[in-house]
């Protein structure tokens, strides 16, 4: 197996970033109104958003790391979730999604697919 590919960032979708954070928000949420476990679930949230916009902005990956880091220590923090999203909105090319383009390419092959098995 080639590791090297495994630490590689995955593929940016600015689409998935925005809905792992406006979760994570509605999470945070939650937990402050009596479900503490949800505080972690929120945390996760933040991890993916992280990951998915590595290829795109490393500092902006970087800054969610320190909005997780500090919800994290502090059980109270409310990250600045529609801030985070305005700015994943506001990088250069962010237009298409790339899942959007795979379920458009995935429902092509369907289709092709099916009508050959008739």
């Not at 090297?4 to 945070?28: F, G, I, Y």
């Amino acid at each position: 197996m080639d590791r090297s590919s495994m630490n590689a960032p995955r593929q940016s979708c600015p689409d998935c970033v925005r809905k792992h954070l406006a979760q994570a928000c509605a999470l945070c949420q939650e937990a402050l109104q009596g479900y503490p476990e949800h505080r972690w679930l929120a945390i996760g949230h933040l991890a993916e958003a992280e990951a998915e916009i590595e290829g795109m902005s490393p500092a902006l990956a970087e800054r969610f790391r320190n909005e997780r880091k500090a919800l994290e220590e502090d059980q109270t923090y409310q990250p600045p979730f529609v801030a985070l999203i305005a700015e994943v909105t506001s990088l250069n090319g962010v237009t298409a999604c790339a899942c959007q383009q795979r379920e458009d390419i995935v429902d092509r092959v369907a289709t092709v697919f099916l009508m050959g098995c008739r």
